[in-house]
C-alpha cells in the first residue's frame, strides 16, 4: 500500500512552515549562482546535472523562491519553478538524457505503489517526457483512496509547473476543483478559480456527454464553510 507521508510531501514539496524555517538550512547562494550562470550561458546538460546533484546534496533545505521575494520554498519547490520556464530545446536536451530512466523508474514505483519511491522519481525526472501522465496518475490514485491535499500537490505542479503536456490544462483543473470539494477546501478552490480566470479563460470541459464553460462549472462547485460545517 501507498505510505502516508503528508509531512515529508510538505517539505519536499511545497512551502516550508515559517515556525520549521529557522531549523532548516538555506542552500548556499554560490550554489544557487552556478544554476543561474548555467541559464544563462545556456548549457543545458550542465544544468540538468545542477537539478541532480541539488536533490541529491540538498533536498532538506530551502532556497528562496524564485518568483515570490522573501518567501522561502523547499529544494524539490525551487527547482521545479527555476526551471519550469526553460526554453524548449533545454528539455529536448534533458529527455535525450534521461527519458528512457525516468519511464523505468517511474513504471517500477508506480507499479510497486511505493509513495515515497514515486515521490523522489517524479521529482528527479519532473521534465521527463512522460512525467506529466505519472502525475496524473498518481494523483487520481490518491484521490480515489481519500487523500485529497496530497492529489492536489501533484496536480498543483502539473498545472503551474510542467512545460508541454498533453493532459489540457482545464481538465487538470477541474479535476483539482473536484478534489477540493472532497477535501472541504474552499481556499484552494479559490485560488483555482482565479488562476482559471487569468490563465485558461472560457474554455471548455467534457461533464459526461455534454460540454460546458470551465467557469461555470468552477462556480457551480460548493463548498460549505468551516463555521457551518461545525453546526452540522
Not at 8 to 19: D, E, W, Y
Not at 31 to 38: V, W
Not at 94 to 108: K, P, W
Not at 117 to 139: E, I, V
Request: hydrophobic letters at 40%; proline letters at 3%.
Amino acid at each position: 500500500m501507498f505510505l502516508s507521508h503528508a509531512c515529508a510531501l510538505l517539505f519536499l514539496s511545497g512551502l516550508i512552515p515559517l515556525q520549521e524555517q529557522a531549523e532548516t538550512d538555506q542552500v548556499s547562494s554560490k550554489f544557487l549562482s552556478r544554476i543561474d550562470q548555467a541559464i544563462e550561458e545556456a548549457k543545458w546538460e550542465p544544468l540538468f546535472l545542477l537539478y541532480e546533484e541539488a536533490l541529491e546534496r540538498h533536498r532538506y533545505r530551502v532556497a528562496p523562491d524564485p518568483k515570490i521575494e522573501g518567501i522561502q520554498v523547499g529544494m524539490v519547490e525551487y527547482l521545479v519553478r527555476r526551471y519550469a520556464s526553460l526554453p524548449k530545446e533545454a528539455f529536448e536536451v534533458y529527455r535525450n538524457m534521461r527519458d528512457a530512466h525516468a519511464e523505468q523508474a517511474l513504471e517500477s514505483a508506480l507499479q510497486e505503489e511505493d509513495s515515497i519511491a514515486l515521490d523522489r522519481a517524479l521529482s528527479l525526472y519532473f521534465f521527463a517526457s512522460m512525467s506529466d501522465t505519472y502525475l496524473d496518475r498518481f494523483a487520481r490514485y490518491l484521490q480515489e483512496r481519500g487523500r485529497y491535499n496530497d492529489a492536489l500537490l501533484y496536480w498543483n505542479r502539473l498545472l503551474r509547473f510542467y512545460p508541454d503536456s498533453d493532459i489540457p490544462k482545464e481538465v487538470v483543473l477541474a479535476r483539482m476543483a473536484v478534489s477540493c470539494q472532497l477535501a472541504g477546501d474552499a481556499s484552494q478552490l479559490s485560488q483555482l478559480k482565479k488562476f482559471s480566470q487569468k490563465s485558461l479563460g472560457e474554455r471548455l470541459i467534457w461533464i459526461g456527454r455534454n460540454k460546458k464553460k470551465l467557469s461555470h462549472f468552477l462556480d457551480s462547485i460548493e463548498i460549505a464553510p468551516f463555521s457551518e460545517k461545525l453546526t452540522n
